[in-house]
């Protein structure tokens, strides 16, 4: 079954850190162009950060997480990591994978709550 979950949303306080995972199964992670997205309530969903396929040797950022966001890959796992410090409340959203290549699948998402 062609799956993609997405874990390690939760809550945590303005300035703290979070890794979210995304793990494939049924296909190989590899092969895909992977994106994270996020879609905050009222607001439409926008896309966070990328890596590409094969070698995942190009990474890509939204300007509001650069230098705060880092994107990885572990092949032998099959997941891709989003790392998140800095964390700001306008990164309060729901998180998404998306993995694109000549087909595409999308995880359900995972929330992401930045509050004191």
């Known amino acids: 079954q062609v799956q993609l979950v997405e874990s390690g949303g939760g809550l945590v306080q303005p300035g703290g850190s979070l890794r979210l995972s995304c793990a494939a199964s049924?296909?190989?992670?590899?092969?895909?162009?992977i994106g994270w997205f996020r879609q905050a309530p009222g607001k439409e969903r926008e896309g966070v950060s990328c890596?590409?396929?094969?070698?995942?040797?190009?990474?890509a950022y939204a300007d509001s997480v650069k230098g705060r966001f880092t994107i990885s890959k572990d092949n032998a796992k099959n997941t891709v990591y989003l790392q998140m410090n800095s964390l700001k409340p306008e990164d309060t959203a729901v998180y998404y994978c998306?993995?694109?290549?000549?087909?595409?699948?999308w995880g359900l998402g995972t929330q992401v709550t930045v509050s004191s």
């Open positions: 049924g296909f190989t992670l590899d092969y895909y162009a």
């Open positions: 998306n993995a694109h290549r000549d087909n595409e699948y």
């Open positions: 890596i590409s396929s094969n070698d995942g040797g190009t990474t």
